[in-house]
């Protein structure tokens, strides 16, 4: 990767004025091996995951069923089950509120953010804390149907709303841009004869011509040392597997029509794969997958071929098309998780993408019918590096009313969503500026 590089080599100019870099440092800067890096993405749906009971489905159709607070033993609901795959690998929050519990379509100006929907966005700040290998792309928006007809996306930089990119076309030539196939070398770190900073020889000659002598020499030494290192890698029989990273595998099929309803399947999981594959090639850490906007207006053509999904969570038609179209958003989450499973891990050799992220699958709202905020679920799922309390991997319920801060007169105490969002950010070596209560919360992860 082009900038990588150019960033690398300014890095090694500062430091080299500083202090020699160990040959395990040059390793890291090199090619990153071994080196568990946290990503994270968030997939948010649109109107709610139907928690209120409706055409026979008394207790709704996705919280966990169990009577126990904290626990591996529940069964799950059918909006739920979609993403049973990963279930032991998931932990389902219960006992959220956002804003004042009620406001409609709303709650998408505050559900990734600060309760006075005031301050930057988590997946904005994560982006800024967790860099990738190109610093240019500190967080990738994608937002397939998420503005048509209004622009109500769930990102924001500051008071200032994202909008994300539409078009997995123009998505993919911006997380890609760059960057090399690396089919040619079998999956492996490049086998290529020619030197290593060869593509960026210029760049080279430029730093050195505005470096003094000793410093000059510094870098030479280092510049030698990773050279040398490359060339041990190449010869190794155990070189670094980066077969992930193949743009061309993921890139969009032709012919995708980005506002067509008749190609809503298509688009979603062209969206999916660019994600995915930029995160495997290491090119960021932190997505945003937002599956069309609040009040959803595109139809799915696969649960009703006139009725949009935003009808269908008002339950203005058949229980079917109440119940199958909040299924079809759990089945593209589904697939997006399958894709993090499929892909290797940048950073650690023979784990998978899935291993090391923690994907958050909330919406802007617990119901699309009545509309309303109490009770938002937050699901985490993923191997997050080993540092979600997922129950030793055999997932887990787990109720927060009785650590509510706030009171609801129907929900009793609940917990601020903002919290969740501070106990990520704890989780990922950062924080969050909110104001108000933004204490995190406990046995949640294993290093907050």
């Known amino acids: 990767m082009k900038s990588s590089r150019r960033s690398f080599l300014k890095s090694m100019a500062t430091m080299g004025a500083a202090t020699p870099l160990s040959m395990a440092g040059m390793s890291r800067l090199a090619f990153a091996a071994d080196n568990p890096k946290l990503k994270v993405v968030f997939a948010v749906i649109p109107d709610g995951f139907a928690v209120d009971g409706y055409g026979g489905y008394d207790q709704g159709l996705w919280f966990p069923e169990t009577n126990e607070k904290d626990t591996s033993n529940f069964g799950l609901r059918p909006m739920s089950e979609a993403i049973s795959k990963y279930r032991n690998q998931s932990v389902f929050l219960k006992g959220l509120i956002v804003g004042s519990g009620t406001g409609g379509h709303n709650g998408w100006t505050t559900i990734l953010r600060d309760s006075n929907a005031s301050q930057s966005s988590i997946d ?16 990738i928006f994608a937002g397939p149907h998420a503005e048509i007809g209004a622009a109500w996306t769930v990102s924001y930089q500051g008071s200032s709303r994202i909008s994300p990119e539409a078009s997995p076309y123009v998505l993919f030539n911006d997380v890609f841009n760059g960057v090399s196939d690396s089919s040619q070398s079998n999956g492996n770190v490049s086998q290529s ?126 229980v079917d098309e109440w119940k199958n179209s909040r299924i079809w958003y759990m089945n593209k989450v589904t697939e997006l998780l399958d894709k993090l499973d499929s892909l290797p891990d940048p950073d650690v050799a023979g784990d998978s993408l899935l291993d090391h992220t923690l994907v958050v699958l909330t919406s802007e709202m617990a119901d699309g019918a009545p509309e309303h905020m109490q009770d938002v679920p937050v699901t985490l799922i993923g191997g997050a590096s080993g540092l979600l309390k997922n129950n030793q991997g055999q997932g887990r319920f787990y109720d927060l009313y009785d650590q509510g801060e706030r009171s609801h007169w129907k929900m009793g105490k609940a917990v601020d969503m903002q919290r969740v969002w501070a106990t990520i950010a704890a989780a990922a070596g950062t924080s969050v500026p909110y104001s108000g209560n933004a204490t995190t919360i406990p046995n949640l992860f294993t290093n907050v």
């Open 193 to 318: 004869k020619d030197h290593l900073f060869d593509p960026v020889l210029n760049q080279i000659n430029e730093i050195k011509a505005n470096l003094s002598g000793q410093e000059r020499v510094k870098l030479n030494d280092h510049l030698d040392a990773v050279e040398t290192l490359a060339s041990d890698l190449r010869s190794s029989s155990t070189g670094i597997d980066y077969s992930g990273c193949n743009p061309g595998s993921h890139e969009p099929i032709n012919g995708l029509n980005i506002h067509s309803a008749d190609y809503r399947d298509q688009i979603t999981d062209a969206h999916s794969e660019v994600v995915a594959g930029a995160l495997s090639c290491g090119i960021s850490r932190v997505a945003t997958l937002q599956i069309g906007r609040s009040a959803d207006q595109v139809v799915i053509k696969s649960v009703s071929s006139s009725r949009n999904p935003h009808d269908c969570a008002h339950r203005y038609g058949s």
């Open 124 to 139: 904005v700040i994560l982006g800024d804390a967790l860099p990738g290998a190109n610093p240019t792309v500190k967080r």
